[in-house]
């Protein structure tokens, strides 16, 4: 399933896409590029070498939120040909870190050229929040990433690889990708302000 557009809220503008999850709901993302349906023919395609920033909003009104075991991606660079776990997500966890207190409920890190399961900021529900990334995409350790939040630098990395192993590219998806088996129940947030630019101010909303 695709989010909606709606008018009861937007970071800009008057409209935004509802993410809405329910029950045992797995998914519900938008492509970068994409027609807002499973057809993927006009998505934006990053390939190794290519460099961008993206930047987009969300705002919380109801979350389950993920921990160890849970996927609860709401962005990730997804590698083609299909290659399984993307190698860069973020993801919305609540969970204390393994050692009891270095986690929180919020934005967290997923994948292999992120280190892992990491805590990068807390996420406060019923008010916008806004990412930008910059990136370089590699599949061979020539790659890397800043991830923005709320205007502030929370995460950045170098000679990673951003394309997992067997895909030739990657791109972008956004909205709600969960394990619905360990974290069931309602979900919704909005997706607002995606945007794909060549500098930071160029991707921030407004």
């Known amino acids: 399933m695709v989010p909606t557009v709606v008018t009861d809220a937007a970071r800009t503008g008057t409209h935004s896409a509802r993410v809405l999850l329910t029950g045992s709901q797995e998914r519900s993302e938008l492509i970068l590029g994409g027609t807002g349906t499973s057809d993927n023919s006009r998505t934006e395609e990053f390939f190794e070498g290519d460099e961008a920033w993206y930047g987009f909003s969300f705002r919380i009104d109801k979350m389950v939120y993920g921990h160890p075991g849970a996927h609860n991606l709401i962005f990730q660079f997804k590698g083609a040909p299909d290659n399984g776990s993307p190698n860069f997500g973020l993801q919305l966890w609540d969970y204390a870190g393994d050692d009891g207190h270095s986690g929180g409920r919020g934005l967290w890190s997923h994948g292999e050229a992120s280190g892992g399961d990491r805590f990068l900021a807390p996420v406060s529900e019923h008010e916008w929040h806004d990412v930008q990334i910059h990136f370089k995409v590699s599949g061979r350790g020539a790659g890397f990433y800043e991830t923005y939040f709320d205007g502030r630098l929370v995460d950045e990395r170098s000679g990673v690889s951003i394309l997992g192993q067997g895909a030739n590219h990657v791109y972008i998806k956004n909205g709600l990708y969960r394990n619905p088996s360990t974290i069931p129940g ?21």
């Open 186 to 206: 309602t979900s919704e947030y909005h997706l607002d302000a995606a945007r794909l630019g060549t500098t930071r101010a160029s991707v921030l909303p407004g």
